[in-house]
């Protein structure tokens, strides 16, 4: 698995912004990139709810009947996390060229 630092990772990364601002919608090779940096972005957040929650699940567990008490920053955490995450069916993108 290539590391931050290596060249390999650098080439995958994706050169633009995760949004469609400023993307011409005519040209695919700018539209795909803007796509996959979304997706992601949209990936990562994912994944950082799913590490949240095994953890949140844990300290439930851990804690017992004291749980609502001890694991509120993991909740709220959580809560946040499921709360940012979008679609790209929502996104301008997909109603542009209908």
């Keep these: 698995?290539?590391?931050?630092?290596?060249?390999?990772?650098?080439a995958r990364k994706p050169k633009v912004p995760p949004t469609f601002d400023g993307v011409n919608y005519d040209n695919q090779d700018e539209l795909k990139a803007a796509q996959d940096s979304?997706?992601?972005?949209?990936?990562?957040?994912?994944?950082?709810?799913?590490?949240v929650?095994?953890?949140?699940?844990?300290?439930?567990?851990?804690?017992g009947v004291n749980h609502l008490e001890k694991c509120?920053?993991?909740?709220?955490v959580f809560l946040r996390a499921r709360a940012t995450q979008g679609h790209l069916s929502t996104s301008k993108a997909e109603w542009v060229k209908m």
């Design 38 to 51: 979304i997706l992601r972005e949209q990936w990562v957040k994912s994944m950082m709810a799913r590490l």
């Design 53 to 63: 929650r095994d953890e949140m699940g844990k300290c439930y567990v851990r804690e």
């Design 72 to 76: 509120g920053r993991l909740r709220g």
């Design 1 to 10: 698995m290539p590391t931050p630092e290596s060249a390999l990772f650098l």
